[in-house]
């Protein structure tokens, strides 16, 4: 034990100084339970680091998506949860083990901040990475926070607004087409929430034929939810998913995404602007640096939920290898995570006082999953397994019941209800700001624009060919291949006026397409970088008319 210092550096108390890196499940119950001993006298002072000043409840998140309940009835406020804990709401940017201080993002000052600590609890979860699958990073819509849930409502509402305006068929269909990757309980429950959404929501569009809407749920295994639940209840969940309307391709993995399509492994194609990826998460970079043992990017931890290697390390949640006593590790799930952080306060407590720390010793209280349509499936211990209505009650019920606290279940009770009673409210939230740069990937064969599509955008080549097509008199002819580094684009955007060629990938393309309001305002204000895109497009210009010259057919 050492003598805490305080914020502004002046020496405080003899007390533990416990910081836990984390503000979900594993982070907030910890230092719940911290709180708890402390008030029974225990000698510790807690501080929790965490991103977001909300917890999530991530299990709802689906729910978000559909509009079943409100966008802020799945998170608590912190500093309503944790009454005795310093809260830092800042990015943990790392940790240095032989100094014992953890290094905070700058936030809103220009200084990092330095938290000295006793114990370490490190709660940070996992993070979503696509890299590794071509085009998934430029086009693929994660699932696993908050801000992810309403970046996908506000996207399919998008898609419906600009789908109903849209006279072109095979385009209409395109944009109305949803695919979800990842046939685990996250992926069933956001394909089921986002069938049931969009197939409601899309009465209010009378310019929509209904029959267009297309859910398709890619899964490699043979049935949704094989490895989570018994034969019997996947079969089950598949069966109802198929009833609702979703297609399921399953045996199947995405292996790559374009603007304009995803890529399954038996190479077919599915053209759609929406794909949303539950795929596994992978290590979050903090651990990754914290150069501790760890397996599957999990931090290896003994049953007391010590991290080893390191002495005062303590991992919980997601991002830790904790060893159940039947010999499996534990799953990363919020019951877990929950129930390990009641027996890691009490463990960082008792390494203080008598020295008697206790293993983790809970196995499961059993797997529910939402289906859709008021239906779900429920594997218990003992054996029990329950599908349909019932499991959707229980279902319910229990997350219902795990809600932090009586106002956040007095909200989420009230959406319930009136999501009964009252229609979908398809508001799309536009939560102004401009897009930026911004990558995307194109597979071979597909069109990047179209002659007489409306320039709005720079495209500058990474990685990839690309060809360009006009039409002169007869047809189109091929005026050129363009490369890394090169730039497409620019004719439209400094002469406002529609595409005049059509480009198309060559090879698998990645380029960084820069909005024509972000183009406009640096030609406005550089005049070195509107001078060098003048001359570009005038060159381009001058080989166009030799070339429509000296083409008999015009
Ligand atoms: C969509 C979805 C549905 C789920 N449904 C269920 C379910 O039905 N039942 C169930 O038991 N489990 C479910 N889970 C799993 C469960 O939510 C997780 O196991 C649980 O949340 C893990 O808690 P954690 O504290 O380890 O990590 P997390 O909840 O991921 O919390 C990590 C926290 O650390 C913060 N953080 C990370 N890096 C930094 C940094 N550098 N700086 C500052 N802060 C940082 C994050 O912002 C986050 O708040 C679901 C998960 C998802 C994504």
Same mark, same amino acid.
């Given at each position: 034990m050492s003598t805490a210092v305080d914020r502004a550096g002046g020496r405080?108390?003899?007390?533990?100084?416990?910081?836990?890196?984390? &503000?979900?499940? $594993? &982070?907030?119950?910890t230092a719940l339970h911290l709180e708890r001993l402390l008030a029974k006298g225990a000698p510790v002072e807690v501080s929790l680091v965490n991103r977001e000043n909300y917890l999530v409840f991530q299990p709802m998140l689906a729910e978000v998506i559909a509009g079943d309940v409100g966008i802020l009835d799945t998170v608590s406020p912190l500093r309503q949860l944790l009454r005795r804990t310093d809260l830092f709401v800042r990015e943990v940017e790392g940790v240095d083990?032989?100094?014992?201080?953890?290094?905070?993002?700058?936030?809103? +000052?220009?200084?990092?901040?330095?938290?000295?600590?006793?114990?370490?609890?490190?709660?940070?979860?996992?993070?979503?990475?696509f890299r590794g699958v071509p085009g998934f990073p430029e086009h693929a819509l994660a699932f696993k926070t908050l801000a992810d849930?309403?970046?996908?409502?506000?996207?399919?509402?998008?898609?419906?607004?600009?789908?109903?305006?849209?006279? /072109?068929?095979?385009?209409?269909?395109?944009?109305? +087409?949803?695919?979800?990757?990842?046939?685990?309980? %996250?992926?069933?429950?956001v394909a089921a929430a986002l069938n049931g959404f969009v197939r409601r929501a899309v009465r209010d569009y009378r310019?929509?034929?209904?029959?267009?809407?297309?859910?398709?749920?890619?899964?490699? #295994?043979?049935?949704?939810?094989?490895?989570?639940?018994?034969? %019997?209840?996947?079969?089950?969940?598949?069966?109802?998913?198929?009833?609702?309307?979703?297609?399921?391709?399953? #045996?199947?993995?995405?292996?790559?995404?374009?603007?304009?399509?995803?890529?399954?492994? /038996?190479?077919?194609?599915?053209?759609?602007?929406?794909?949303?990826? +539950?795929?596994?998460?992978?290590?979050n970079p903090v651990v990754e640096q914290l150069g501790? @043992?760890?397996?599957?990017?999990?931090?290896?931890?003994?049953?007391?939920?010590?991290?080893?290697?390191? /002495? *005062?390390?303590?991992?919980?949640?997601?991002?830790a290898l904790i060893p159940m006593p039947g010999g499996q590790s534990c799953p990363p799930t919020a019951q877990h995570a929950i129930r390990q952080a009641k027996t890691l306060a009490a463990n960082i407590v008792a390494s203080h006082t008598d020295g008697r720390t206790r293993s983790f010793a809970f196995t499961g209280l059993g797997k529910l999953g939402?289906? &859709?349509?008021?239906?779900?499936?429920?594997?218990?211990?003992?054996?029990?397994?329950?599908?349909?209505?019932p499991a959707w009650l229980m279902w319910r019920g229990v997350y219902w019941s795990k809600l932090p606290g009586a106002s956040r279940k007095a909200r989420v009770a009230i959406s319930w209800l009136s999501d009964l009673v009252l229609p979908p409210h398809p508001v799309q939230l536009n939560l102004g700001g401009g897009r930026g740069a911004t990558q995307a990937h194109f597979e071979p064969g597909e069109t990047v624009f179209n002659e007489g599509d409306t320039g709005d955008?720079? =495209?500058?080549?990474?990685?990839?060919?690309?060809?360009?097509?006009?039409?002169? *008199?007869? *047809? @189109?002819?091929?005026? $050129?291949?363009?490369?890394p580094g090169e730039y497409f684009g620019e004719m439209a955007l400094l002469g406002r006026r529609p595409r005049s060629a059509t480009t198309r990938a060559l090879t @698998?393309?990645?380029?960084?397409?820069?909005?024509?309001?972000? =183009?406009?305002?640096?030609?406005?204000?550089?005049?070195?970088?509107? +001078?060098?895109?003048e001359q570009i497009a005038r060159l381009r210009a001058e080989s166009d008319a030799a070339r429509a010259a000296s083409d008999p057919s015009v």
């Open positions: 405080r108390s003899a007390r533990t100084r416990v910081v836990v890196l984390g &503000g979900g499940f $594993g &982070g907030v119950y083990l032989s100094r014992r201080v953890v290094t905070l993002g700058a936030g809103l +000052t220009p200084q990092a901040h330095e938290l000295p600590f006793d114990h370490l609890v490190i709660a940070l979860g996992n993070v979503t990475d849930s309403v970046r996908i409502r506000n996207h399919v509402i998008h898609v419906l607004e600009q789908s109903s305006v849209v006279s /072109d068929a095979d385009l209409r269909r395109t944009m109305l +087409t949803f695919v979800v990757a990842g046939g685990g309980f %996250s992926g069933t429950e310019s929509i034929p209904p029959r267009e809407v297309r859910v398709v749920l890619v899964h490699s #295994g043979a049935s949704v939810l094989e490895r989570e639940l018994t034969p %019997s209840l996947a079969a089950y969940a598949t069966a109802a998913l198929a009833e609702q309307g979703i297609e399921l391709a399953l #045996g199947q993995r995405l292996v790559a995404a374009s603007a304009q399509s995803a890529v399954l492994s /038996d190479g077919r194609r599915i053209s759609t602007r929406t794909l949303i990826s +539950t795929v596994p998460s992978s290590p501790l @043992p760890t397996e599957r990017g999990r931090l290896v931890c003994d049953p007391t939920m010590a991290v080893e290697g390191a /002495d *005062g390390v303590w991992a919980v949640g997601d991002c939402a289906l &859709g349509h008021h239906r779900a499936v429920a594997e218990l211990p003992g054996g029990v397994r329950i599908a349909g209505v955008s720079l =495209f500058m080549i990474l990685s990839g060919r690309v060809e360009v097509r006009k039409r002169f *008199g007869a *047809g @189109p002819q091929l005026v $050129g291949t363009l490369g @698998p393309l990645d380029v960084l397409v820069l909005p024509g309001s972000d =183009f406009s305002a640096l030609a406005d204000g550089l005049v070195e970088f509107r +001078t060098e895109f």
